[in-house]
């Protein structure tokens, strides 16, 4: 994210952003759908201050978290 999309995030959400980042392992598995919540909420933030439309937001959010909910059924595989 540029920095100045990233100004326009929330510092919870940064912070959330930042706190997740090193749990990712090497592999695209369950350690990354922490992150990938934290990362499409920022998203989301900028999306909404850029104006844009709520109901895509929500669709960008519903597919992001089922796609963290798929990372971790994966590692209790």
Known sequence: MCPGC???VSLPV???VYATVGLRGTRVDAT???WWRA????MAEVA?????D???IAAMLLKDNTFADL????GEL
């Not at 990362?39 to 920022?42: E, L, N, V």
């Not at 990372?71 to 994966?74: I, K, M, S």
């Open 32 to 34: 990354w759908a922490p």
């Open 54 to 56: 709520p109901a895509a």
């Open 14 to 16: 940064q912070t959330s």
């Open 39 to 42: 990362q499409s909420a920022a």
């Open 48 to 52: 909404a201050h850029r104006g844009a």
């Open 6 to 8: 990233w100004r326009l």
């Open 71 to 74: 990372l971790e059924r994966r």
